[in-house]
């Protein structure tokens, strides 16, 4: 199992755009990548500059299935798509999180030991959307 949260950095004024573009991913991802157990997306906030960053929480059976979505056509564009339209100011970072992590994720202190001060879950996880 391998488990990511992915860091999304809105360019300050677009991150409306942001937050749409990611709330596509999720529904193209419920749509083309069944193999992805998990995938939250969430806003963060760090109170000293107010401005939010976009997370999603990710959870993949293997390897293998997160590099196929790393690499897929949907992701990429709107990555892509996002950078050069000025909405993101770099590409999204990566960083690992422990497999145990699901159930402390919606808890504060998940947060605050990534520098955040607020967050909020956004609605379209692909839970929610593949129980519609």
Not at 43 to 55: L, N, Q, T, Y
């Amino acid at each position: 199992m391998t488990v990511i949260l992915a860091t999304f950095t809105p360019t300050k004024g677009k991150e409306d755009e942001v937050e749409n573009m990611l709330l596509r991913l999720v529904k193209k991802v419920r749509d083309k990548e069944p193999r992805i157990e998990i995938f939250k997306p969430y806003k963060a906030v760090r109170h000293a500059d107010g401005c939010p960053e976009f997370c999603v929480y990710q959870r993949y059976p293997d390897e293998q299935t997160l590099d196929q979505h790393r690499h897929s056509e949907h992701y990429k564009s709107l990555i892509e798509e996002a950078i050069s339209k000025g909405h993101l100011t770099t590409s999204p970072h990566y960083r690992r999180v422990g497999s145990n992590t699901e159930s402390i994720v919606n808890d504060m202190s998940f947060w605050r030991n990534l520098g955040y001060d607020d967050w909020t879950y956004l609605y379209g996880s692909l839970e929610e959307q593949k129980s519609r």
